[in-house]
């Protein structure tokens, strides 16, 4: 790939990070210490900085440290109730100046870690921001020399990073998003193919920093020390995330407890509640209809916030990406789509092996080849290889080995028919395999037209890619071996069927035929035997010989048909 890269950018109210799709898979970008999200501050003291080094000396010029901008951008004054510590007039910035500011130490992250030039990128927004506020971060996307290829929704984008651009037409999903100053709530639906935002909520002044006032109280009170204190501040931050992994955490001299967080932070959590159900009145959708809860944001890491959303919604929210960088991941993604970087990934919605059926001397029967994109269906039609046979056995395989034995099961069906000669069954066999992967088999018997119906779930496409690249290394290494297997079990069915067959029309025809005619047809039949019986599995030659005993049986085939007919004639008086 050697043309220039999307970025993909979180522009957050506390934090901001940068991604990028790196040969096939996003990746969110460090910077030179190693950090992948950068506090959206900017300091305007003798130099400029921004970051982590704009929060350092906050302490000492609070009044040219600017945090929080993205509640200012886009708004008229007075618009918002929010006050900052600081005043943008005095600095003579406005809040689109300072967006840019961030997000061009994003983009120089990112030419530092990519070590080219970049000025394409995909910006998230909250989903309640409006047209004034979009094109607001826009204008700073562009002051920062960034082309804005997208402004996308945040709830959107943490859809796309959980994987949920997969789910089917019509699935619901929330997305709880509590940060450091804002908490937003999402209902979005899938319709043909893209996330509809149905309704959002949420309070813009409600986030991790209400909690880090509260303990800091808490603490201050303890050790006797102003609450406003910074480093008590920074010293609740700090216990407050420390406390989301253990049971205590202390400060100076003070343990505080996970209980005791939890006990100071119920009430601010409380204050979610009505949200949520808000949210879900105004998109008309009851949390049982809710296909999926995702949580984003820092502040979700709590424990306590887990357990709160599973009991609001009924349901164990997905925690299966880290909540703080799901919209960056969501946002680069979304850039991989437009830069076609991503397209390698899309393919890889194939499945990794081929998925088939057991067929009679134990082969492996391909219905749906590796590396078919799903969705697919296909099918065959089978028939009962023994006489009065009421019921066929299923068994659904995963692999590319030849015999059965060497494929992986993934399941069985028993699949009743009536009873009939050989042959006369015909049983379809139906695979289709949806776009989640999900594998439903459907045999029908076409005489009753009974369905007799297997999900197999999950195991069609997701296999660790270890065990599929052994399960190719193997079939290669074994493919003569396997081919020779297939090839003699073929010829023995073959030969199995036509020396009882040779063995009856020589005794039913021993009178009319010549000494030497039979001789032959006894010594080609005694050679397929004798490869029959030894253990070297010789397949060509069983092939050879058993084609050289059914050319030798033709005469004796014509003459039978000849007899059968006489003998018919006869009966009926017509000879
Ligand atoms: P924003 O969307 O506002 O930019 P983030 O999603 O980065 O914010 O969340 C920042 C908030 O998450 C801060 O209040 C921070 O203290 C909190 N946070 C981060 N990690 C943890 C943690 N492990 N436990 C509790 N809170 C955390
Ligand atoms: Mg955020």
Known sequence: MN???????????????????????????????????TPSAVSYGDTLLVGAAALRQRALNPARTVTSVKRL?????????WKPRYDLKELGVTPVEVSAEILKRLKAIAERAL?????????TVPAFFNDAQRAATKKAGELAGLTVERILSEPTAAALAYGLDKLTEHQKVAVYDLGGGTFDISVLEMREGVFQVLATAGDTQLGGDDLDRALAEFIAQRLNLPPNDIRVLEG??????????????????????????????????????AHCLRAMSDAGVKAADLDEVILVGGSTRMPLVRQFVAELFGKEPNTSQNPDEAIALGATIQAGILSGSLRQVLLLDVTPLSLGIETFGGLMNIIIPRNTTIPAKAGEMFTNAVANQDAMLIRILQGERELAKDNWELGRVDVPFPPGPKGSARVGVQFSLDADGILNVLARDTATNTDTTLEIR???????????????AESVEFAFDDMNERIWTEARIK?????????AA???LGDSISESETQEVREHAAKVRQILDSADHDARALKAATQQLDDATQTLAVMLIDRAMEESLARRGLV
């Open 115 to 123: 070590e080219q030039k970049v000025s394409r990128a995909v910006i």
């Open 495 to 503: 030969a199995e069927e036509l020396l009882p067959a040779v063995d």
């Open 73 to 81: 951008i886009g708004r008229r004054g007075g618009e918002s109730d």
């Open 236 to 273: 609740a931050e700090s216990v407050k995330k420390r406390l989301s992994n253990d049971e205590s955490a202390s400060f100076d001299t003070l343990t505080i407890t996970r209980a005791d967080l939890e006990k100071i932070a119920r009430p601010w959590l409380e204050r979610t509640r």
């Open 3 to 37: 043309s220039e890269p999307i970025l993909g950018i979180d522009l957050g109210t506390t934090n901001s990070l940068v991604g990028v799709v790196d040969s096939g898979f996003p990746i969110l970008l460090a910077d030179e210490n190693g950090d992948r999200s």
């Open 458 to 472: 999950g195991t069609a496409i997701d296999v660790a890619d270890e065990r599929v690249e052994q399960m190719i």
């Open 506 to 508: 020589l005794a039913q």
